[in-house]
């Protein structure tokens, strides 16, 4: 009854992933301090991944905010950053960081402008090159049967196009892996 209940409770939770995979998510821009918001998040954060992770955030004193959903962007770090939880076995560190970025010319889906680059850096082990190709595909997944269903980068990189800036992965093996999101600098006050 137990592995039943478990077993339903996965379907749940993979049909209302894929649900929200499916459909035009409609971004509800606003104003956003990252170092805040990751502040607020940092009890979720610990409790997710567990006492065998080491989470540390590095931050410049002076960061701009950016103009994202805020939901979007709690969304994508929780995912970025479990994933690195799972690429570490008997734990490890995680290294979230952001830093300012411009882009002087348009490319791969940013305009040119101010961007924040947050990344989620891992101690893992790593990805080789065809896992790396593969891995924002939906349902992909190098976990176990029942420990993963291959929707979280996937839902990372298609919010990523949705709001124009891209998602990037770099990793080789037994080295760990980078996930890295840009998003747009705020043009005025942050209020969150």
Known sequence: ?????????????????????????????????????????????????????????????????VEVDANQLELAVLNLALNAR????????????????????????????????????????GMDEETLRKATEPFFTTKGIGKGTGLGLSMVHGFA????????LDSAENKGATAARWWSVARSRARH
């Open 1 to 65: 009854l137990e592995n039943a209940a478990r077993g339903a409770q996965r379907g749940t939770t993979l049909t209302k992933r894929m649900l929200a995979f499916a459909r035009n998510y409609e971004l509800n821009k606003e104003v956003i301090d990252v170092p805040e918001l990751v502040r607020g998040m940092t009890e979720l954060l610990q409790r997710s991944l567990g006492p065998s992770v080491n989470l540390e955030t590095r931050f410049p004193l002076a960061l701009k905010p």
């Open 86 to 125: 799972d690429a570490m076995a008997d734990g490890g560190d995680i290294i979230l960081a952001a830093r300012e970025e411009s882009v002087a010319a348009a490319h791969d889906g940013m305009e040119a402008g101010k961007y924040v680059r947050i990344s989620v850096r891992d101690t893992g082990e």
């Open 161 to 168: 196009e949705q709001s124009g800036g891209p998602l990037t």
